[in-house]
């Protein structure tokens, strides 16, 4: 099958990382707190937007809330089921699965003292749903109708509708709790101070600069050891980040360095850590189909998706380093179907054209295509543009959008179209789905189908998530036809370190943890 010889193709290098991180490895994962004062520096490219929970929604800044802040929920390593943190025990109470129900641990405090109670959980949730933050998580707690207590530890979440998926949504960061006697309740958080309790107290932080984390004395949870002192450095791209790994200023490089330095490390020996993890890392082209967008007709869209040729993007570009998508599901996530191969087996201008035509749609179309951070981005945009522009149909307006303007910017539907990357919050098909193409969706793009919309309200109450499958390959089939987005591809987290430090492999496994506190020096 022509879909399998590509991906063998296309996995040559992950294969190879792999093999080197196996070979290179050894270290304990005890990281503990063991080894010297002086804190891990880790590098990264994945800024944060906010620090209040209620009003961000991006994979840099959950990174930092899973170890700044604490839900009731969380994933140990390895697993995709929720285990209790903050709380000692929850669950549904109900075969419906609309009530659900958690009891705290006793003796809960925040990192500045305060005690933690079941009063904080309900002002977490209650202030997420009532802030309604544009560029926050609420499209996630869709589901939530209410939240009561009873007691100090007695939390009772009720349920709109049945979401068997609803545990793995408190897991993420959109359950962090926050001090419900400092955060106000009605607006956002002003300033860089954070009042948490996760297994790091923010001891300072600047924006698009630094973030220093030591470990919080007050913690209580899942997690046996706080970990390290561990600063954070935020680079501006990929190239400021492999530059600082390779003058070795920092200890650890996690996401996203150069396609080029990345299938370097294939070859190249050297006294470092290769790991690379399960964690799906997709990007997407996203189209904006609310009324006047040029890219409002399902024609324009569909023919976008029979030109776009993956693979030279997946080869040009990312060096093999990344495997080309042709479904909102990525593989290795239950749902994984080929929709948009099947409906645009390869790369066809003459079948885009007659697309167009046969829709009285005239050529060329114009619109502005934005982009933002990533590895490559520049180079990217440049062949998707050429790639369109060359069959003489579309004419592309691409442009580079600092990161949190893009995200203002898209919020209120500034581009017709924009390239962006998409990580798990929550190992879970739905992650996928409901927050992408459901209603109300987090990418802003205006979708909204009302099949689309039952068939993840139905795969939602599923128990047995498995068994969603169907619903999820409907979905995936319905979304090559509308077109509301063309994925491009899918890559495995890489993340790299010295061989002085261990844990590293633990930073990354598609369930949207940043475990910072596993890093250890050996």
């Known amino acids: ?82 285990t209790p943190d903050a709380a000692k025990t929850c669950g549904f109470t109900d075969e419906s699965r609309r009530t659900y129900n958690c009891t705290l641990r006793s003796g809960m405090k925040f990192a500045n003292g305060h005690s933690m109670t079941a009063k904080d959980v309900k002002f977490s949730f209650d202030r997420i749903l009532g802030i309604k933050a544009d ?69 300072r932080y600047e924006a698009k600069g630094t973030a220093e984390l030591v470990p919080n004395s007050h913690y209580k949870g899942a997690i046996n050891k706080t970990g390290n002192r561990v600063t954070v450095r ?30 370097e490390l294939s070859i190249r020996q050297s006294d470092f850590r290769v790991t690379e993890n399960a964690s799906a890392n997709t990007r997407f082209l996203v189209f904006n189909v609310r009324d006047k967008s040029p890219v409002k007709d399902v024609a324009i869209r569909r023919a976008v998706a029979a030109t776009v040729d993956r693979d030279a993007i997946t080869r040009d570009v990312h060096q093999r380093t990344v495997e080309s998508l042709y479904s909102l599901i990525p593989q290795g996530v239950f749902g994984h179907t080929t929709s948009f191969f099947d409906r645009y087996p390869k790369p066809d201008p003459e079948a885009a054209r007659g697309m167009l035509r046969s829709a009285g ?6 619109f ?10 520049d180079e990217e945009a440049a062949l998707v543009k050429k790639q369109l522009e060359s069959t003489g149909l579309f004419q592309v307006n691409a442009m580079h959008v600092e990161w949190s303007e893009f995200q203002k910017g898209r919020s209120r539907g500034a581009y017709d179209a924009y390239l962006m990357g998409w990580v798990a919050d929550y190992p879970d098909a739905d992650n996928f789905t409901s927050p992408l193409v459901g209603s109300d969706n987090t990418l802003y793009s205006g979708y909204s189908n009302d099949r689309v919309n039952k068939l993840i309200r139905n795969a939602q109450q ?21 077109v509301p987005l063309v994925p491009l591809w899918q890559k495995k987290e890489i993340a790299i370190s010295k061989s002085s430090i261990s844990g590293a492999q633990y930073l990354t496994d598609g369930t949207g943890l940043w475990r910072l506190w596993r890093l250890g020096r050996i």
């Open 462 to 482: 599923s128990g047995r998530r498995d068994s969603a499958t169907d619903a999820y390959r409907t979905v995936q089939k319905i979304v090559a036809e509308d």
């Open 361 to 366: 749609v005239s050529t060329p179309v114009r």
């Open 135 to 203: 560029e926050g998580p609420a499209v996630l707690l869709d589901t939530l109708q209410s939240v009561e207590t009873e007691g100090d530890s007695k939390v009772t979440f009720r349920l709109r509708r049945p979401d068997a998926t609803f545990p793995s949504k408190i897991a993420s960061g959109a359950g962090s709790i926050v001090d419900s006697s400092v955060y106000p309740a009605n607006r956002l958080r002003e300033g860089n101070a954070v009042d948490g309790s996760g297994p790091y107290r923010l001891k």
């Open 1 to 82: 099958m022509r879909g399998i010889r590509r991906q063998s193709r296309n996995g040559a290098v992950l294969a190879a990382l792999a093999l080197l991180a196996v070979g290179l490895s050894g270290c304990s994962e005890d990281s503990g707190s063991s080894g010297g004062k002086e804190p891990i520096i880790v590098g990264t490219t994945d800024p944060v937007i906010g620090l209040d929970p209620a009003g961000v929604y991006d994979s840099g800044s959950f990174s930092l809330f899973g170890n700044i802040y604490q839900s009731l929920l969380t994933f140990a390593p390895g697993t995709d089921k929720p």
């Open 234 to 263: 935020y680079f501006a791209d990929p190239k400021a980040l492999s530059a600082a790994w390779k003058d070795q200023s920092v200890d650890v490089a996690s996401r996203d360095m150069p396609p080029a330095d990345i299938a």
């Open 368 to 377: 502005t295509m934005a982009y933002s951070k990533g590895a490559a981005t």
